[in-house]
């Protein structure tokens, strides 16, 4: 069995991303990227993935530089997959402008042994029969799993299957309403655990999030953001982190308040630029500001 560490499987992209301020084109992105950026910081981490032959130089670079195995990452002919979203006004609502599959629509993800053995998975973002398909092959102690609407609304029977077998459910409160009718965040996550979760995250965007188990229910803060720049991508980011922490060996509510502390830092730039470049006194920072305001 190896040690600490992180199994991270999801999508990997080229984003367009149009905010009431400005529009960027070929921005990379992807669940995986995100997530990858902010685990790596704590924990080594193994890439499960797909990307096409135009995937870019520096996008490879970067996965050379961050990850420590690659093995499970699949290069095939095609294109990446692509995805473009636009911000309304409020900042919060975000449409999808396009998705292309590309040579994610026949993706089959594959573990090697020793992927088949880390301890704990990441099930970043993408369609739940991906992360069914992981699950069947890995012989992980911890899932921590991540959604998001389209999911919810499109691949619910295929998402409740994976739901029964994961550990760790991250989301926000608009999914934990669309998953579980209950706008009150409080009662979804109690709700959720009855798919035989043993946590639930439910992330609160400004108001921070909610931790949630059998036994206990725990309210950690956000770190007030001056400007947000592109929302784009907190929620891997956050998921990274917490995951990233989990598997070195970590508590939740630590874990919690490190992965906010990063996915507010990611809100203030374009795509990943920021949370790539920022000090480690910044991100300190956030998180004293945070174990500050913890109540427990
Ligand atoms: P977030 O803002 O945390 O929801 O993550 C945004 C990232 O998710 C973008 O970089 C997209 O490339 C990626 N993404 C968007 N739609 C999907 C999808 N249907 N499946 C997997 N990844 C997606």
Not at 138 to 167: C, G
Not at 183 to 211: C, M, R
Request: proline share 3%; net charge negative; glycine share 8%.
């Amino acid at each position: 069995m190896i040690e600490s560490s992180l199994l991270i499987a999801g999508s990997i992209a080229i984003d367009t991303i149009e905010t009431p301020e400005d529009r960027r084109e070929n921005v990379l992105g992807g669940s995986v990227t995100y997530a990858l950026i902010a685990a790596h910081r704590y924990v080594p981490c193994h890439v499960v993935g797909i990307i096409g032959t135009d995937f870019p130089k520096e996008g490879k670079d970067l996965y050379q530089s961050l990850a420590s195995n690659l093995s499970d990452l699949q290069e095939v002919p095609g294109s990446t997959f692509s995805w473009g979203g636009r911000y309304l006004n409020n900042w919060d609502d975000r449409e999808t402008l396009f998705t292309d599959l590309g040579v994610f629509g026949d993706f089959k993800p594959l573990l090697c042994e020793e992927n088949k053995n880390v301890k704990t998975v990441l099930l970043a973002n993408i369609h739940p029969e991906l992360q069914n398909s992981i699950i069947d092959q890995s012989e992980a102690d911890i899932f921590i799993l991540d959604t998001m609407n389209l999911w919810i609304n499109t691949t619910r029977p295929q998402l409740e299957d994976v739901l029964k077998k994961a550990n760790i459910l991250l989301l926000n409160e608009s999914e934990a309403e669309l998953l579980t009718n209950y706008s009150d965040p409080q009662k979804a996550g109690t709700e959720l655990l009855n798919y035989g979760l043993e946590k639930v995250i439910v992330k609160l965007g400004s108001d921070g999030a909610l931790f949630i188990s059998e036994t206990d229910q725990i309210r950690i803060g956000a770190y007030p953001v001056e400007k947000v720049v592109d929302p784009t991508g907190a929620g891997d980011v956050f998921a990274g982190a917490f995951s990233g922490i989990l598997a070195a060996g970590g508590n939740e509510v630590e874990a919690i308040i490190q992965a906010s502390a990063l996915a507010s830092i990611c809100v203030e730039g374009f795509g990943a630029e920021k949370v790539l470049n920022c000090s480690i006194e910044d991100v300190t920072d956030r998180i004293s500001y945070l174990q500050s305001i913890l109540e427990l």
